[in-house]
């Protein structure tokens, strides 16, 4: 259902698991053969935590960290060099419901 909708918008729905950084890489070239460039980048994968900190095992916080952190950076790194470099590039970054920002090149 996703794929039918992102052909509808003329847009392209890829899969990746953002902790993996081969895997980025592999989605962002499927971008960049279908689109030729990436204008902006939106991060907004992230999970919680499933209990209180205190209760968290080291494998809870290690995806917490993947997914909130490391995959940010792994796609920050990827999309980059293949952004236009001028003012209309942008990457928007959600780390959480309280945070935000727009990072430009």
Do not use: Y
């Not at 030729?36 to 900190?53: E, H, K, Q």
């Amino acid at each position: 259902a996703l794929g039918e909708r992102a052909a509808e918008m003329n847009a392209l729905h890829v899969v990746a698991d953002v902790g993996d950084h081969d895997d980025v890489r592999s989605a962002v070239q499927e971008v960049v053969r279908a689109h030729g460039r990436i204008d902006s980048l939106v991060n907004c994968a992230g999970v919680a935590a499933p209990r209180a900190f205190a209760e968290l095992t080291r494998q809870d916080w290690d995806r917490h960290l993947t997914a909130n952190l490391i995959g940010v950076f792994n796609f920050c790194q990827t999309v980059a060099p293949h952004m236009p470099r001028d003012v209309s590039a942008v990457i928007f970054k959600f780390s959480d419901k309280d945070f935000f920002s727009i990072i430009r090149l």
